[in-house]
């Protein structure tokens, strides 16, 4: 593990596996190194096995003293990090991390009225850890917490957050099942619908967004659209463990000049993403799996290749501004995940960050 070492990860070793639901597994881990990570509730991390499967968690409790991390996977049918866990870890195991990434985590000066909280499956990983550590002073705006599952099974922390209701007068905790069986007397359907229903106007109210990219989608569009919600006031780091490779029966060439000042010039295929095409040259890693949370694949793009990029959507603005990127370089700065590769981009030249 050489590479993880000199690339600034972070060494932990694997504590504990806790079976937190049929499908779920709790991971705990203990830092190895002299300092740990520093992160803030809300964040994930790139986790990198003995092996060298890596693939991105978000962190499942709030930043302790003894520097220790809590993650919670959801197992995968014939998935590689799932199979790794089902079959080969073991307490004591070395696993190395990177990060930590995304910039969805508690505002304490946000201004608003209302909270609300929007979780699928193990995305309500995140938003425990700022439930445990961000609203936690007198006057703090309530909070609402909707988690969708399919069946009430996958509702693995179920107990823990009807205790904190009865526990926090300010915090409410509504479940809401897609598929559920004839003795669910709680919310069907989908987390998005079920906070819409219960809030009309969102003008005054701030969202956070956790789980599958399909419901952080569906999400901002019904409660910014019809319910008034300000734009920026909808938070969201979706991302992906991995990303399909392209296919394409066309190909086109890139200028590259790698993160050590070695140029290049490669064949790809003229689909999917840049990053996608760099990463499987082995120039560089997208942790977040091309959803524009993380930042690992940024690039800076030749002036006269810039007007034939498609515009920046809000997730890729709001990343480089993060970054403080998004006026350096008149503009050449961008994230390679976004950058959708088609014929005719044919010929453009970038330099891969350092």
Known sequence: MTQQANSGACRYRLAAIERLGREVRGLRLECADAAPLRFQSGQFVAVT???GLRRSYSMAAAPSADGGIELHVRLQPGGEFSEWLRC????????????????C???DDAGAAQTLMLATGTGIAPLRAMLQSGPDRVGRPPIALYWGGRTEDELYLFDELRAWERERPDFRFEPVLSEAGPGWNGRRGFVQQAAAEDFPCLRAAEVYACGAPAMVAAARQLLTRQRGLPEQRFLADAF????PAPVATESMALRVRAADGEEMRLEVAAAGSLM??????????GVCG???SCGTCLVRVEQDGLARL?????AERRLLAALELSEADDGRCR???QIALQPCLHGLAVEISG
Request: proline share 6%; net charge negative; with cysteine.
């Open 335 to 337: 994230l390679a995940c």
């Open 240 to 243: 992906l463990a991995a990303a």
């Open 276 to 285: 996608q095409a760099l990463a499987a040259a082995g120039l560089m890693r």
């Open 310 to 314: 498609q515009a920046m959507e809000r």
């Open 49 to 51: 096995t003995p092996g």
């Open 105 to 107: 985590v508690w505002r």
């Open 88 to 103: 080969d870890a073991r307490p004591g195991d070395a696993l190395w991390l990177e990060g930590p990434h995304g910039d």
């Open 290 to 292: 091309g959803q524009a």
